[in-house]
């Protein structure tokens, strides 16, 4: 079902026609649709009946909730047209029923029959059809038996329908191969590179009426965004945490709790290649030593990679006891063994040795009191967060609250993108967003353990500055489009002169070569339109300028390469192209079937009915 609003008609036919027997089976928490009246509308002689778009309703809430989506409640759907283009579905459907019963398309009790067997939905513990289950489960669906094998045997028939309608509707050939050309040719080209040192003259510097016209022309350039001034009061246990007071004694704790951080015994980088047997593991030795192999290629042989036999950095407790003998007492050899490990007999190769090292009490104590003293912060803060709501919930003002608690007061123009001091915060960015004026401040958590709270002052708008605030700004601004201009200008000429003699190589510009760019190329450190504009042009030694803010390029095509016909690469894309465009296709057709069929026929729909049903949701 469609997910997003704005469907066309055409891909609700193309939903419906292509594998849709049943609206869905499931609880749906709303049931028939009661009262007289039974139908929202018609088409033609078939009717859209209010139990099967209450259903189609539900489907989809629960779709949305089920992946996350945006509509969760049928406002939320009315708010995207999807109520709509559900309505326009079943339209869809009713129009291509009417046509089947006209040309006398049925299906009959057999087919229906087979169909339900075959369906997993219905299936008992034996695994076949079981009538129970069956008929379990159209009632929590709300249907009754005759209008869910009514509902199948339409369906079906609208499936022959549409085979009638596509069947054979493929592109010429002659199509997917012009579009597989366009899209698999290359281009080689040459670019020269015109630069300001390039330019005949420098560029002049600006005067007040060069400024003045520009500022006036692109005032809205230099427009500063909205700015919010706001008073907050915070604490974080950065601020406070030289105020907490460490014990030596806790201090010691945590070393030791740490220890095995700070003191490291000796310790191996190693690499262990495992066998399944002795003679195995002896006799790759032995081609080891007769320098026969080496241990990478020993690890290719057995189908392993060299990150699957890395051990890191490796301890003694780390290792067997035969093997930790041996490994640690040699600092010498690269590759040891065989010797006994946890999983066979192994060939150990010694990558590096690290020695033992120990960072002692007296230098880690400062990392560790830092470490103590945040957490004591932290703690602080949260036990006297309390104290701080209940200042604020009795009328305080930040003033008053950075009076009476460790929270320091700062000001800011906050704007969207502030990104330093409290700026920082993501939770202080939500909050200078959404606050209006006339807010009671309230205590929101920073990601440090932190708190704050907020006060918007002052919002000022959207404005552009007078001239002589930015005069430096709006002066880089002028020469930045002056040297655009005077770049390409200058490229122009260039490119006017090479029309009448001369070669783009005796030139003396900067000269780089692409080969066999692709349409959807880019290169770094261009302009991003210069592929595009190299794809215009028509034939080898054809020339372009394309103008870039601190560069202008001559571009001269050099070849034009085609596609390989019948490579792997073109044929898969031949079967790309052809998919897709036998897609679209058989979607404008049913687009213009369904459109056409409504038209001759008539819809008519109730909308009493359809806000009834709209009723029934919360």
Excluded: C
Excluded at 555 to 581: N, Y
């Amino acid at each position: 079902m469609a997910r997003r609003a704005g469907k066309k008609l055409s891909d609700f036919i193309v939903w419906i026609l292509l594998g849709l027997l049943i609206v869905g089976l499931a609880g749906f928490g709303i049931g028939n649709f009661g009262g007289s009246t039974t139908q929202i509308g018609s088409v033609g002689n078939a009717t859209i009946s209010a139990n099967a778009y209450a259903r189609a309703l539900q489907v989809e809430l629960r779709a949305q909730a089920a992946e996350g989506g945006p509509y969760t409640t049928l406002a939320g759907l009315q708010s995207a047209g999807l109520d709509r283009a559900i309505l326009d579905g079943l339209v869809a459907r009713a129009a291509l029923t009417h046509e089947a019963g006209e040309i006398g398309l049925s299906v009959g009790d057999e087919e229906v029959a087979r169909q339900i067997r075959n369906s997993g939905s219905f299936q008992g513990p034996g695994g076949s059809f079981d009538r129970a289950t069956y008929e379990l489960q159209l009632s929590q669906a709300g249907y009754g038996i005759a209008e869910f094998e009514d509902t199948i045997r339409e369906d079906t028939a609208r499936s022959i329908l549409q085979a009638a309608i596509i069947g054979g509707l493929d592109m010429p050939d002659s199509y997917i191969e012009t579009m597989v050309a366009y899209q698999t040719e290359t281009r080689s080209f040459t670019l020269a590179r015109v630069t300001e040192n390039d330019l005949p003259s420098g560029l002049a510097a600006p005067d007040d009426a060069d400024l003045q016209a520009y500022f006036d022309e692109n005032g809205q350039r230099f427009e500063r965004p909205e700015i919010r001034r706001i008073t907050y009061a915070w604490v974080t246990p950065n601020q406070i945490q030289d105020d907490m007071e460490v014990s030596e004694q806790a201090l010691r704790d945590l070393y030791e709790d740490r220890r095995a951080e700070y003191v490291q015994p000796e310790r191996r980088l190693l690499e262990r290649l495992v066998f399944p047997t002795q003679e195995e593991a002896e006799a790759a030795r032995a081609a080891l030593d007769a320098d026969e192999t080496d241990f990478d290629t020993l690890v290719a042989d057995r189908g392993l990679t060299l990150d699957d036999v890395d051990l890191g950095e490796t301890s003694p407790r780390d290792l067997s006891a035969a093997a930790r003998e041996v490994i640690f007492a040699d600092t010498e050899a690269e590759i040891l063994g065989p010797l006994e490990s946890r999983f066979g007999p192994a060939l150990f190769r010694i990558n590096a040795v690290l020695d033992a090292t120990e960072v002692p009490f007296e230098v880690a104590q400062d990392d560790l009191r830092t470490e103590l003293a945040g957490s004591a912060a932290r703690r602080a803060i949260d036990d006297v967060r309390d104290v701080i709501d209940d200042l604020l919930a009795g009328g305080a003002t930040l003033e008053e609250v950075t009076q009476e608690t460790e929270m320091t007061l700062g000001r800011i123009d906050w704007s969207d993108g502030a990104d330093t001091g409290i700026a920082a915060y993501e939770a202080f960015g939500e909050a200078a967003a959404a606050a209006q004026p006339g807010d009671f401040p309230e205590l929101v958590p920073l990601s440090d353990g932190g708190q704050f709270a907020l006060r918007l002052d002052e919002v000022v708008p959207p404005a552009i500055p007078p001239l002589a605030e930015i005069e430096d700004e709006v002066a880089a601004a002028w020469r930045a489009t002056q040297l655009r201009i005077r770049l390409e200008e200058h490229a122009n000429a260039i490119l006017g002169d090479l029309a009448l003699s001369g070669s783009l190589d005796d030139l003396g510009l900067a000269l780089t070569t692409e080969a066999r760019i692709r349409r959807q190329s880019f290169i770094p450190d261009t302009p991003p339109t210069l592929v595009a504009q190299v794809f215009q042009l028509e034939a080898p030694g054809d020339m372009v300028v394309v103008a870039g803010p601190r560069a202008a390029y001559i571009v001269r095509l050099d070849e034009i390469h085609s596609g390989t016909r019948g490579s792997p690469e073109m044929q898969a894309l031949e079967g790309i192209f052809a998919r897709q465009a036998t897609n679209s296709l058989t979607g404008d057709v049913f687009e213009a079937f369904g459109q056409a069929l409504q038209a001759e026929v008539g819809i008519s729909l109730d909308p009493a009915v359809i806000n009834a049903i709209h009723a029934q949701f919360p």
